[in-house]
Nanobody, 124 residues
Framework: QVQLVESGGGLVQAGGSLRLSCAASGRTFSSYSMGWFRQAPGKEREFVAAITKSGGSTYYADSVKGRFTISRDNAKNTVYLQMNSLKPEDTAVYYC?????????????????WGQGTQVTVSS
């Protein structure tokens, strides 16, 4: 089992940057694939980015490709989401998620463990 705690959200102007962090408990962080999702009011939770256990491969939603970067530091039990060139449509609660056996990286149902979320608000 793993517990996840996100941080780094906030209010930023369009075009600005934020870096989200997700700290995981436990000693087996490197055995989990990790993902970032987001949910705006009245909308379904949507995939943002994912990273493999070793960090060797990354995956992105088309809407954030080229602007967001997912990375992980297994020594620090932390996964990051660097968000650049932010747009008002990026406004949402951002969640990190973890699972040992991913079958579909872009589906929320693939992940067993979730953080509580961190709010990101981008003003125009």
């Amino acid at each position: 089992q793993v517990q996840l705690v996100e941080s780094g959200g906030g209010l930023v102007q369009a075009g600005g940057s934020l870096r989200l962090s997700c700290a995981a408990s436990g000693r087996t962080f490197s055995s989990y694939s990790m993902g970032w999702f987001r949910q705006a009011p009245g909308k379904e939770r949507e995939f943002v980015a994912a990273i493999t256990k070793s960090g060797g491969s990354t995956y992105y939603a088309d809407s954030v490709k080229g602007r967001f970067t997912i990375s992980r530091d297994n020594a620090k039990n932390t996964v990051y989401l660097q968000m650049n060139s932010l747009k008002p449509e990026d406004t949402a609660v951002y969640y990190c998620a973890a699972d040992k056996n991913i079958f579909a990286r872009n589906r929320p149902g693939s992940y067993d463990y979730w953080g509580q979320g961190t709010q990101v608000t981008v003003s125009s």
